[in-house]
């Protein structure tokens, strides 16, 4: 708080002596981010104030007063300029103007949280930072779970004239990482001297404040000390972060809860044995940490299991005191999951439990009738379209207050103490569409699935298999993803999701970032997919699957309100908490849009070839011959 304004402060320190509080510039706000509702971006560029320490500070520092507001710092051997997470990221960032006035080392104190592949992202807005303008620039990012749906994944780095020089980790258990390199600051100074634009534009710019400080980062004896050498960035593939961030996200839920482990409803399809495989993944992390001599992780295990010398012996162990799994079976559920279920319980060690909601479904329908003396029937028995769907409803409601039960007293009944989390397991993409009972079994305490797509999610399972030695899960990605809420046919699946649903998951991947991430509504993804599909549907077809989007995602929108905490993972998630801020009640005939995409379809057909159409500016064109 500085002149009765809050702002958001990198506070500068050496030998305990505050050198300057510097400010943040540039504030997020969009996304996930809300900085602007509690703090004030610094816009005074190059000035600063007094700040009056608060006493109890003034009586460890021995100082009255300290810079506070936009400057750098001057040692004897070079220049430290400071940026803030959010001001690298911006169209004119500090960096620049810093650099052009002399500065050779930039700091970064960033919190960027994990999403898929955004480590491109950030390796690219350094190393191009010190391309243009060259220097030293260090960032240091923030590790862990922040108590909510995010994840910030560390992933520290050192560049140097557009080269990276040393590469922090970019998922891990350890609370702090120390990154070094030796650099030589007069390659900085030669780099600089050779861009000659570069030094025009340093003769007009305005200087920042200097805060001198009687310190040296080099010495004489530095001579003899090897330089590192530049090193190529390794990135982990989109597979590789899931098995390493959800599971990170989870470790961190877990322990700091002071629940005893996690409870899972295992339904033998992909999502739930994703969900499954992440504290799979997440057990194998732990028991590095300890093998590596984590005297914190290993504290924390034995806090959870309330065991104090217990230490892991393997990953599989450890799931089977962590990970409580339960298949929970119905009139309609087939032979293949179940077995499916079982076997990747079995090799991952989870505690598995089988059972049936027949009872507790013919209880809830025996109420209804008591009551209404009408008994409703699935389609197939002759039932109509509502009958069809509450019936499903039930069974998938059924499914959540068992599994809230047996995550209270599941440990109770085995002498256990605590209780478990419950794990959800429903994907971004069918979060998007609605494809899910509202107050289902994807209803839980948090989902590490929640924002990763079908896709990713089929790419991870396939990693595990390979990488865990799971043979279980090949049998997982070869069966087609239903929910088995409807009756079976001769024994075998009569119900998809995508025939459910009237739309494929690779669909619906497209429809999440057209809407979310390029901003377009019913018609404007029209005009969109109209070229991106060209090949492959008719004007009508992309016409009718655009409105059985948006029709479904208007209807079922209501179910984002209150969808399970998810790990944010992708840049279209639907989330309604604070990162995808819509309405939950909208007009589902969107009369003027389908009216114009109607138009512009009748407009398509009467042109002789597909090629005869372009997009432009969201507005379709004919091309004469």
Known sequence: MHRNVRYNCRVIFLNRKILLIRPKMALANEGNYRELRWFTPWSRSRQTEEYFLPRMIQDLTKQETVPFGDAVLSTRDTCIGSEVCEELWTPHSPHVDMG?????????????HHVLRKAHARVDLVTMATTKNGGIYLLANQKGCDGDRLYYDGCALIAMNGSIFAQGSQFSLDDVEVLTATLDLEDVRSYRAEISSRNLAASRVSPYPRVKVDFALSSREDLLEPLSEPIEWKYHSPAEEISLGPACWLWDFLRRSQQAGFFLSLSGG????????????????VCEAVKHGNQEVLADIRSIVHQTGYTPRDPRELCGRLLTTCYMASENSSRGTCDRARELAQQIGSHHIGLSIDPAVKAVMGI????????????????????????????????????????????????????????????????????????????????????????????FVQLCRERFQLPALQSILEAPATAELEPLADGQVSQTDEEDMGVTYSELSVYGRLRKVAKTGPYSMFCRLLV???????PRQVADKVKRFFSKYSANRHKMTTL????????????????DLRPFLYNTRWPWQFRCIENQVKWADAAFLPAKYLSRKHQLISIED
């Open 564 to 579: 399970t905490p998810a790990y944010h993972a992708e840049s279209y998630s639907p989330d309604d908490n604070r990162f």
């Open 100 to 112: 052009l006035d002399g500065v050779e080392i930039f700091t970064n104190a960033s919190g960027s």
């Open 532 to 538: 991106l599909w060209k090949d492959t549907c008719s």
């Open 368 to 459: 209804f009738s008591l009551v209404t003396g009408r008994s409703p029937a699935f389609a197939v028995h002759g039932g109509s379209s509502r009958e069809n769907l509450a019936l499903q409803n039930v069974q998938a409601r059924v499914r959540m207050v068992v599994a809230y039960l047996f995550a209270q007293l599941s440990l109770w009944s085995r002498g256990a103490p605590g209780g478990l989390l419950v794990l959800g397991s429903a994907n971004v993409d069918e979060s998007l569409l609605g494809y899910l009972t509202k107050y289902d079994c994807s209803s839980a305490d948090i989902n590490p699935i929640g924002g990763i797509s079908k896709t990713d999610l089929r790419a």
């Open 270 to 285: 992909v999502d739930s044995a994703a969900t499954a495989c992440l504290v799979y993944s997440m057990c194998h992390q």
